[in-house]
């Protein structure tokens, strides 16, 4: 039971490891709390599973969705930088908008089923060692290209924006600019995310996102408490580690460990748990501000 434990709660981890990534882009990176996630979430995975059932190419499904995500992004910033609408209400817009849009390309439907090899299933050694393998080497992938990002001209002009804005301006870049950039690398990571579990589900459903802002951003105080990053690099990588960490923890409510522990512990007390977990690290970082924080940003 034990193994299957952390198979299931590290595999689960992986899976939403971009959502995580992403998160840092909007609400650390750029400090912009950005309501867009649930709806770019659920948006990228019905793209990803129509045009696999469409095309049977896992690779033109899985770049058609990502790009979904980096223009729901761009969306949420033209609304915050053309039309003045507040951070929290362009969020809302986008993804009232993204709602609608997602059961138009689901056909009207509330689910679709993916009729092709997926991501997952592709695989010429299923079980779950290749679901791990492919798994990991998604979230490497999306870790590279996050830090390769940071550490570019861009990324470094993207994360000084984010903690004063005046000096990127004074550099001579395009504040308006800076919001969509970050915005849409942002949802573009967390469409990433929903094509990762899209896939492995194997279905695309409306309601896909519901809840991954709360459990993203759990995931992510959690990786900020448990390892001070100094350095950018390394804060990826304890996102990464924290949506692990999550989702272990998540995931030890499903298992029957004792007999008779499913009259204490219902199934439904699992976001209560989970909140009350998250208060270690909240207490940890209010003491600590200086040695576990890397951004400015108050979300």
């Given at each position: 039971?034990?193994?299957?434990?952390?198979q299931?709660?590290?595999?689960?981890?992986?899976l939403?490891?971009?959502?995580?990534?992403?998160?840092?882009?909007?609400?650390?990176?750029?400090?912009?709390?950005?309501?867009?996630?649930?709806?770019?979430?659920m948006?990228?995975?019905?793209v990803?599973?129509?045009?696999?059932?469409?095309?049977?190419?896992?690779?033109?499904?899985?770049?058609?969705?990502?790009?979904?995500?980096l223009?729901?992004?761009?969306?949420?910033?033209?609304?915050?930088?053309?039309?003045?609408?507040?951070p929290?209400?362009?969020g809302?817009?986008t993804?009232?908008?993204?709602?609608?849009?997602?059961?138009?390309?689901?056909?009207?439907?509330?689910?679709?089923?993916a009729?092709?090899?997926?991501?997952?299933?592709?695989?010429?050694?299923?079980?779950?060692g290749?679901?791990?393998?492919?798994?990991?080497?998604?979230?490497?992938?999306?870790?590279?290209?996050?830090?390769?990002?940071?550490?570019?001209?861009?990324?470094?002009?993207?994360?000084?924006?984010?903690?004063?804005?005046?000096?990127?301006?004074?550099?001579?870049?395009?504040?308006?600019?800076?919001?969509?950039?970050?915005?849409?690398?942002?949802?573009?990571?967390?469409?990433f995310?929903?094509?990762?579990?899209?896939?492995?589900?194997?279905?695309?459903?409306?309601?896909?996102?519901?809840?991954?802002?709360?459990?993203g951003?759990?995931?992510?105080?959690?990786?900020?408490?448990?390892?001070a990053?100094?350095?950018?690099?390394?804060?990826?990588?304890?996102?990464?580690?924290?949506?692990?960490?999550?989702?272990?923890?998540?995931?030890?409510?499903?298992?029957?460990?004792?007999?008779?522990?499913?009259?204490?512990?219902?199934p439904?007390?699992?976001?209560?748990?989970?909140?009350?977990?998250?208060?270690?690290?909240?207490?940890?970082?209010?003491?600590?501000?200086?040695?576990?924080?890397?951004?400015a940003?108050?979300?």
């Amino acid at each position: 039971m034990l193994f299957s434990w952390l198979q299931v709660g590290v595999l689960v981890g992986l899976l939403y490891a971009p959502v995580t990534l992403g998160l840092i882009w909007s609400f650390r990176v750029m400090n912009y709390p950005d309501l867009t996630c649930e709806g770019t979430f659920m948006f990228s995975a019905a793209v990803s599973i129509m045009v696999l059932n469409w095309t049977g190419s896992i690779f033109l499904s899985v770049m058609l969705a990502v790009l979904s995500g980096l223009v729901a992004g761009a969306v949420t910033a033209c609304l915050r930088v053309y039309l003045r609408v507040s951070p929290l209400l362009s969020g809302i817009i986008t993804w009232a908008i993204l709602y609608s849009l997602t059961i138009r390309v689901l056909g009207g439907l509330s689910n679709v089923p993916a009729r092709e090899p997926t991501l997952f299933t592709a695989s010429r050694w299923p079980g779950w060692g290749s679901e791990l393998v492919v798994a990991l080497v998604a979230v490497i992938v999306a870790w590279s290209v996050i830090v390769a990002i940071g550490a570019s001209r861009w990324g470094q002009a993207l994360r000084a924006f984010g903690d004063q804005p005046w000096f990127s301006v004074g550099l001579g870049y395009s504040s308006n600019m800076l919001t969509i950039i970050g915005l849409a690398i942002a949802n573009g990571l967390v469409g990433f995310g929903g094509v990762m579990v899209a896939h492995f589900r194997q279905v695309a459903d409306v309601n896909l996102g519901v809840g991954i802002l709360v459990s993203g951003l759990a995931a992510l105080v959690m990786g900020e408490a448990v390892f001070a990053a100094r350095r950018f690099v390394h804060y990826a990588a304890a996102a990464v580690i924290g949506t692990i960490v999550y989702n272990l923890a998540i995931a030890s409510f499903y298992f029957d460990w004792v007999p008779g522990m499913e009259r204490v512990l219902l199934p439904s007390d699992v976001k209560m748990v989970s909140g009350l977990m998250l208060l270690w690290p909240a207490a940890l970082i209010a003491r600590r501000k200086g040695r576990y924080r890397l951004f400015a940003s108050e979300w």
